[in-house]
C-alpha cells in the first residue's frame, strides 16, 4: 500500500487529485494540506511513502519547499504543474532538484474522472523507486574537442521518469564535436522546449528541440517535441535529417523511443541506441531491431536506474547489448564512435 500525502493550496485540485488516487485500492492517502508549512509537520507525522506537491502555493513556492525536502528528507516527490512555458521551466528545475515526476494540472473542458488518470500508476511506481541522493557538486561539462574524432555514428538514446538527470548526466561528457545524436524523453507537449534549452546550457555541444528537415551533423543533439508527434531519422542519399511525424501514440506515447529507434534500423552498425531509465517498455521492441540490424546497443543498469523498467525490458527481449551505469554511459557511447568503424556518411556512399 502506497501512502499519499497531497499538498496543493486549491481545495478543488486536492479534490481532483485525491479522488484520482483513491479509485486505486494500493493506495492510500493519508492527508491533504495547502501549503508548505502544514505539509512539513504533516510529513513528520503521517510518514508518507510518497508526496504529491504543487510548484505553485503560497508561504513557501513548491521548488523551495522540495529543496528543503530533498536535502533534508529525500523521499519520492511528484510536482503537480501547469501545462505553460512557465510552468515548464520549473518542472524541469523541480527534476533536477530530485523531483521524481512532474504531471500537468487538467485543462479546461477536461472531465473530472479524466482528470489525473495516470497518477496512479506513477505514485505506486514512485513508492518503488530508489531514493534520490541529493548531490550539489557541479556536472563536469567535456569542452575541448582535441581528444574526440567523432567517425559519422549516429546516436539514438530513450528515456522517461528520470531521464532529465540521466540525460544531463549523459550528454555532459560530449564535446563540442560530439557525434550527431537525437533523444526521446518521454514529457508533455511544451516542456521539451524548456529542457532543450537546460540542456543546451549544460552541455558543450549545441541542443535544441527537433524539427522537420533538421539536420544530422557533429555537435548538434536533437530532443523529440513532446506530446505532438514522433521523431524519426530520414536518410536520404548522404544527408540524414530529422523526420517529425505525426501518428497516434506506439507503445503508449507520442513520441515514442521505439519509433526513434527503428528508424535507426538502415543505418545498422553505424548507429548506436541507448536506453535510459524510466516506466514501461518504449524502446524494447526498436532497440532490438537496432541491435539485430548490427548497431551497438546499451541499457542502464538496475543499480543507477531511478526506475528499471525500460532498460529491464529491453535487456529481457535480448537487446542490449551492454549494461553500463550512469556515470560510465557517456563515455560509453563516445568510445563507440571513434574512427575505428565506418561512418554514416561512407556506409551511405557504398549502399
Known amino acids: 500500500m502506497a501512502k499519499v500525502l497531497i499538498v496543493d493550496d486549491s481545495a478543488t485540485m486536492r479534490s481532483l487529485v485525491a479522488n ?4 486505486d485500492p494500493d493506495i492510500e492517502v493519508v492527508g491533504a494540506v495547502g501549503d508548505p508549512l502544514a505539509a512539513r509537520e504533516a510529513i513528520k507525522e503521517l510518514n508518507p511513502d510518497v508526496v504529491t506537491l504543487d510548484i505553485e502555493m503560497p ?4 521548488l523551495s519547499f522540495l529543496d528543503k525536502i530533498m536535502r533534508l528528507r529525500p523521499m519520492p516527490v511528484i510536482m503537480i504543474s501547469t501545462l505553460t512555458q512557465r510552468g515548464a521551466e520549473a518542472s524541469i528545475r ?3 532538484l530530485g523531483a521524481f ?4 494540472k487538467p485543462g479546461p473542458g477536461v472531465a473530472a474522472l479524466d482528470a489525473f488518470s495516470g497518477l496512479p500508476a506513477i505514485v505506486k511506481a514512485a513508492s518503488r523507486s530508489r531514493t534520490r541522493v541529493r548531490s550539489d557538486a557541479p556536472r563536469k ?5 582535441e581528444n574526440f574524432h567523432a567517425n559519422g555514428r549516429v546516436v539514438c538514446i530513450g528515456s522517461s521518469t528520470g531521464g532529465v538527470e540521466a540525460l544531463l548526466d549523459v550528454l555532459s561528457v560530449f564535446p563540442k564535436n560530439c557525434p550527431p545524436t537525437l533523444i526521446v524523453q518521454h514529457m508533455p507537449e511544451n516542456f521539451t522546449r524548456s529542457f ?5 546550457q549544460a552541455c558543450a555541444a549545441e541542443v535544441a528541440e527537433a524539427y522537420e528537415g533538421a539536420p544530422l551533423r557533429d555537435g548538434q543533439i536533437w530532443l ?4 505532438v508527434a514522433h521523431l524519426e531519422i530520414a536518410s536520404p542519399g548522404r544527408n540524414p535529417r530529422c523526420r517529425i511525424v505525426a501518428g497516434e501514440p506506439v507503445s503508449g506515447h507520442k513520441p515514442s523511443v521505439d519509433v526513434l529507434f527503428r528508424s535507426a534500423v538502415p543505418f545498422g552498425t553505424n548507429a548506436i541506441g541507448a536506453i535510459l531509465t524510466g516506466m514501461g517498455r518504449d524502446g524494447a521492441s526498436g532497440l532490438l531491431a537496432m541491435r539485430q540490424a548490427g548497431a551497438s546497443t546499451i541499457g542502464q543498469n ?3 536506474s531511478l526506475i528499471y523498467g525500460m532498460p529491464k525490458a529491453a535487456q529481457e527481449l535480448g537487446a542490449v547489448e551492454t549494461q553500463l551505469p550512469l556515470h560510465t554511459i557517456g563515455e560509453g557511447i563516445l568510445a563507440r564512435c571513434r574512427p575505428h568503424t565506418r561512418s554514416v556518411t561512407a556506409c551511405l556512399r557504398h549502399a
Open 20 to 23: 484520482a488516487l483513491k479509485r
Open 59 to 62: 508561504k513557501m513556492d513548491g
Open 94 to 96: 523541480a527534476l533536477e
Open 101 to 104: 515526476d512532474c504531471v500537468g
Open 141 to 145: 561539462v567535456a569542452t575541448a574537442p
Open 196 to 200: 532543450a534549452a537546460r540542456l543546451n
Open 224 to 227: 523529440a517535441p513532446g506530446g
Open 302 to 304: 538496475e543499480a543507477t
